[in-house]
């Protein structure tokens, strides 16, 4: 956690003693953030992948349509 910089000014998030602080106020702990992580590892193992990034993977290849194309001989 302490590795990231979040004084910068592309996050909306800051970090202010134990917290990080949302633009609207919203505060999370460190506790808070560690069990969201552990949440959101668990239910990607519960599906079967090893990463969030498959998952989304997975997810836009189900959502892209498929088009059919029949082939047959035109009548003359």
Excluded: C
């Excluded at 910068?8 to 003693?17: A, N, P, S």
């Excluded at 602080?21 to 069990?35: C, H, I, N, T, Y």
């Excluded at 668990?42 to 599906?47: A, C, G, P, S, Y």
């Amino acid at each position: 956690m302490t590795d990231f910089d979040f004084d910068g000014d592309r996050y909306e998030w800051r970090l202010r003693g134990r917290h990080l602080v949302s633009a609207d106020g919203q505060r999370m702990s460190l506790e808070r953030l560690r069990g969201l992580m552990w949440r959101d590892k668990m239910e990607l193992r519960l599906k079967g992948y090893a990463s969030r990034r498959a998952a989304e993977e997975a997810r836009r290849a189900a959502n892209r349509p498929t088009v059919k194309v029949h082939r047959g001989i035109a009548a003359s």
